[in-house]
């Protein structure tokens, strides 16, 4: 029970941290030509990658709802505004991706079914056949 707990932890602690990384970097963009937003891409790559991977890995959608849950409570922590006046997530499009397409990447990752189960339970059948 307490490697669970301490699982669930570092789970929420690199989820977080994934979102603390991406909410800095979002707002990173390249002009070749027409502007890239280089850093929103790869923050949503780097947030939908962890969450795949460990939904792949587990057989559990608890670790990749952990992570999720805290790389989304950081993002909402930042769209606060500090004493100081700053902000990290601006009111603009790469801002509103930002905001909105972690929850809805979580969503997906989260609620997408366990195919391994499906196949191996039709496996299973096909020999006992």
Do not use: E, K
Request: aromatic share 4%.
């Amino acid at each position: 029970m307490l490697s669970r707990i301490v699982n669930a932890v570092l789970l929420v602690i690199a989820g977080a941290a994934v979102g603390g990384i991406g909410t800095v970097a979002h707002q990173l963009d390249v002009t070749w030509g027409v502007s890239v937003p280089l850093g929103l891409i790869g923050s949503l790559l780097c947030y939908t990658a962890l969450l795949v991977g460990l939904r792949l890995l587990g057989d559990s959608r608890w670790p990749a709802l952990c992570a999720a849950l805290g790389a989304i409570a950081v993002i909402l922590l930042f769209t606060q505004q500090s004493p100081g006046g700053s902000v990290l997530i601006p009111d603009n499009l790469a801002g509103q991706v930002w905001l909105v397409g972690p929850i809805l990447i979580a969503a997906v990752v989260v609620a997408w079914p366990d195919v391994r189960a499906h196949r191996s339970g039709a496996a299973a059948g096909a020999q006992t056949s």
